[in-house]
């Protein structure tokens, strides 16, 4: 699978990541102290939705726009649509698309800091210039799991960790294990928000079961656009995340039904809390 984020920008998988991590960062703006979001795989940080990549695949007519087609949305969607409206200066017209970078960058406040971690190297130039003067926003070119080993803990000792890949090879799910693994013995108290895709289930449980042997408290919010029954296409779009905040859980469960119901999901979602097998 590629998903190279220009290809896919705005789809069903990215309304879901992205209104979820946009949650998270309110919760982490709950406290006073100040707190750092590190992003693995960076992209370009924002994306045109008619230009030469996202236009040829037109996923996003099927995520963002079905989202933005209908009544006013729950205020849970608050932090995410303000994201989406200060991209388009031709608002309600939608023509570009923020990435994860854009987004976390929108709800930062003055004291929060933000590191960006690009491999690609025509995209981290892109992101680099997307960002450039930013002083709360730090941009590395360079390996995602490399640069945690440099990254971790952040000085600030609260903050997220969002890993984003674009499975473009076929022991993904166990480089991320790897990574988490060396990534939670620097930083043990950081919240970890992992995005997958699912196409056939098999390889997404044992990758979750894995992770549940960490014995760090987590869960996954999945929503499936078509039943998981069609291994050659991508089914569901999920978010794993670990020592999540409190409450989250109930957060994302007034979320997902809306994203269903808007995005038009014939197959299961939900919050699931997971557990080793003993």
Known sequence: MNYRHAY????????????ALALVIEHLRKKDTPFSVIDTHAGTGCYDLLGTEAGKTGEYQDGIARLLDGPALPALFDGYLSAVRAVNPDWPRLRFYPGSPRIARSLLRPGDRLALVELHPEDARALKREFAGDGQVGVHAGDAYTALKALLPPKERRGLVLIDPPFEVTDEFQRIARG???????????????????????????????????GRPCFTVELFRTPPDDPSRLNGSGLLLINPPWKLDESLDGLLPVLADRLDASGPSGVRWLVADK
């Open 180 to 214: 988490l693994g060396q990534a939670l013995r620097r930083w043990p108290t950081g919240i970890y928000g992992i995005w997958y895709p699912i196409k056939a289930p098999e390889p997404v449980e044992r990758f979750l079961g894995e992770i549940a042997t960490f």
């Open 8 to 19: 896919h920008a705005g789809n069903f998988a990215d309304v879901v990541k992205h209104a």
